[in-house]
């Protein structure tokens, strides 16, 4: 029977017996390729890690697109590094599932304490626990359910990290875009106050418009030292991202967000895809059946605690030599395993409710996202079409009238106000399109289904 259960464990301790997770990187690597088409790299310290290094370099020398940036973070964002190492974890323990135990050698001394003549003896004993043969199978399939459950998981921290990448790309660029407008509404202020400094000169305004004149330009001063922060913030956030330091952090991005879409990808059925692609779902479902294995297994061997079977050999005092087979056997009189198997069946269920939950926060989560998507674009094409060119038309007016003494300063400073504030709310309103495009694709695990890529000529007002 031992023979035929060695027969029989053969296979499976030879199929366990590497600890490189590289086929699970392998695997994982094609399930982010699936769902967004870009491909990670484990950085295993190797001749390839030059090479990747290299990479980055590059990519950050030019001025970075959406998917190089997402790029550069795959390649070397650290957190992502330290999480591909769950994989070995997992592999190791799947290879920790499918080994044996280690024989038990004993040894005893017979030491005389009567008679005389009589010399020590001695005895060496081995014994093997077999019935672990049995159960190699059961426990491999834990371990690897609890192995695709891992996959599943560093795929889904992976796509975090893209969403993650996307939206702090899209916030830099509008930081960046709104400092701009303000840094070319300042130097038009500067030159709008010198003049009304001159016509104060001449007597042609009051003390008032001078001073309402000075106060605009102190203002758009004022804001444009909270954007440059605001604009700081941005760029450090994507520089953690992207896991670069030293020269690296001067990377360029767009100086405009991209235009919107000519048309919006159809977004019907975005739940069922969601429920069907999203990774960490996946992972929950594997998670649950890894349990359930488990708690299988509990069950099946409930009755059977430890059994070993070995052999002796004892040299005794009176010089004859005997070899003695042996068996031990755990008898489960007290503990028939109860409090494991149910801990394990309270698992599956909390396991179970908790997938079931996280589908219902998803389906939610997608919804939610269409609706922001929807409404964020509406707000685009107003702002683009309706308020910011009425804003204009005010200022052009405005000019006209208080060039032909029919307005007072203090009127036309408010009507260009009031523009200004309708360029940076147009450029606030793009960056939520496109990070709510973004929380669409992280909402169902995947990239929209038809959705044209973004034009990165830049839509901004005059």
Not at 61 to 68: G, M, Y
Request: glycine residues 6%; charged residues 25%; aromatic residues 4%.
């Amino acid at each position: 029977m031992m023979r035929r259960a060695l027969a029989l464990a053969a296979p499976w301790l030879v199929a366990c017996a590497s600890t490189s997770p590289t086929e699970a990187v392998r695997d994982t690597a094609k399930l982010v390729e699936d769902r967004t088409g870009r491909r990670i790299f484990w950085n295993e310290g190797g001749q390839a890690d030059a090479l990747v290094a290299r990479r980055v370099r590059e990519l950050v020398e030019r001025e970075l697109s959406v998917d190089s940036a997402v790029a550069v973070a795959l390649l070397n964002n650290r957190h992502l590094q330290a999480v591909y190492e769950d994989l070995s974890v997992a592999q190791a323990d799947l290879v920790q599932a499918g080994l044996l135990r280690n024989p038990t050698l004993s040894g005893s001394v017979a030491i005389p304490v009567t008679g005389s003549g009589v010399q020590t003896g001695f005895g060496v004993g081995i014994m093997q626990e077999f019935l672990d043969l049995f159960f190699l199978s059961a426990r491999r399939k834990v371990a690897g359910a609890e192995l695709e459950a891992t996959e599943l998981r560093v795929t889904d921290e992976v796509l975090r990290t893209t969403a993650d990448v996307e939206v702090a790309f899209y916030a830099l660029i509008a930081a960046q875009q709104i400092v701009d407008m303000r840094r070319t509404v300042l130097d038009a202020g500067d030159a709008a106050v010198g003049l009304a400094e001159a016509q104060h000169a001449a007597g042609n305004i009051g003390d008032l418009d001078l001073a309402n004149e000075r106060a605009l330009f102190e203002q758009v001063r004022t804001d444009l030292k909270r954007s440059e922060i605001d604009c700081l913030v941005a760029r450090e956030a994507l520089t953690r991202l992207l896991g670069v330091w030293g020269p690296s952090t001067t990377f360029r991005v767009p100086s405009k967000l991209p235009d919107l879409p000519a048309s919006e990808a159809p977004v019907e059925h975005l739940e069922t895809i969601a429920v069907a692609r999203r990774a960490d779902l996946a992972s929950a479902r594997a998670h649950t059946q890894a349990l359930a294995h488990a708690a299988a297994l509990a069950k099946n061997g409930r009755f059977l605690g430890g059994a070993g079977a070995g052999a002796a050999i004892e040299r005794s005092p009176e010089r004859y030599t005997a070899v003695s087979p042996g068996v031990s056997l755990e008898i489960p009189v007290f503990d028939q395993r109860q409090a494991a198997i149910a801990r394990l069946e309270a698992l599956v269920r909390q396991s179970s409710e908790r997938e079931g939950a996280l589908a219902v926060d998803i389906r939610s989560e997608v919804r939610v996202a269409r609706g922001r998507l929807l409404a964020a674009r509406d707000l685009v094409e107003r702002y683009a079409k309706v308020v910011v060119p009425l804003r204009e038309q005010v200022v052009k007016l405005s000019q006209e009238q208080y060039g032909a003494m029919l307005l007072g300063a203090y009127q036309l400073l408010a009507a260009k106000q009031n523009e200004v504030n309708a360029y940076r709310e147009f450029i606030e309103s793009l960056r939520e399109y496109w990070i709510a495009r973004v929380d669409v694709e992280r909402a169902i695990g995947a990239s929209i289904p038809g959705a044209l890529p973004p034009r990165p000529t830049g839509a901004t007002p005059p």
